[in-house]
């Protein structure tokens, strides 16, 4: 069965980037059929979507976010990553990959066990 | 963006108790709204999508109702292993937002 695993740093440091990377496993980016997403959960908070990308490379970003945010897909490692930039001590959060699947209702039906990530110096 | 507000943010029960929770959209969502529950330490896991359609494989006790913008999600008869946190979460539009969460404590 498909699987999905984070992988980065754990620690990060003020104005750096953040880079994690998340490893699909039990089948393929390139099939189709799914958006490959990014979501953050800050400590004991709610959820935040930060973006996703298709195979094929389209993207769309949470507005919050966009202009440091960067989502990439590497089929032929059947991985996908996300860069955030210029983090602060408010990006101190659990990353999780998740796949939103499309097909009349999207949802996110599969996600990763989620990386902490905190960033401090 | 579409802001959800999800109702209680605690709900304090015992087992066998019947809860609800409530998810209210500030636009109308069609019937675009999931439903995840969290433990602790692991990664949401999808419920309940199309507003009241079960995932494969989630008990019957489960259940989601609504549509437009206002939601609830019902465990009929609660058991030990449902005391988690629920996030309510639309689809109908970018970006994708979730409810703040509904923590569910043994009373």
């Known amino acids: 069965q498909v699987q999905l695993q984070e992988s980065g740093p754990g620690l990060v440091k003020p104005s750096q980037t953040l880079s994690l990377t998340c490893t699909v496993s039990g089948g393929s980016i390139s099939s189709g059929g799914y958006y490959w997403s990014w979501i953050r959960q800050h400590p004991g908070k709610g959820l935040e979507w930060i973006g996703y990308i298709y195979y094929s490379g389209s993207t769309y970003y949470n507005p919050s976010l966009k202009s440091r945010v960067t989502i990439s897909v590497d089929t032929s490692k059947n991985q996908f990553s996300l860069k955030l930039s210029s983090v602060t001590a408010a990006d101190t959060a659990v990353y999780y990959c998740?796949?939103?699947?499309?097909?009349?209702?999207?949802?996110?039906?599969?996600w990763g066990r989620g990386t902490l990530v905190t960033v401090s110096s | 963006a579409i802001w959800m507000t999800q109702s209680p943010s605690l709900l304090s029960a015992s087992t066998g108790d019947r809860v609800t929770i409530s998810c209210r959209m500030s636009q109308g969502i069609s019937s675009y709204l999931a439903w995840y529950q969290q433990k602790p330490g692991k990664a949401p896991e999808l419920l309940i999508y199309a507003a009241s359609t079960l995932q494969s494989g989630v008990p019957s006790r489960f259940s989601g109702s609504g549509s437009g913008t206002d939601f609830t999600l019902t465990i009929s008869c609660l058991q030990s292993e449902d005391f988690a946190t629920y996030y309510c979460q639309q689809y109908y539009s970018f970006p994708r937002t979730f409810g703040g969460g509904t923590k569910v404590e043994i009373k």
């Open positions: 998740a796949r939103e699947r499309l097909a009349g209702n999207w949802y996110f039906d599969l």
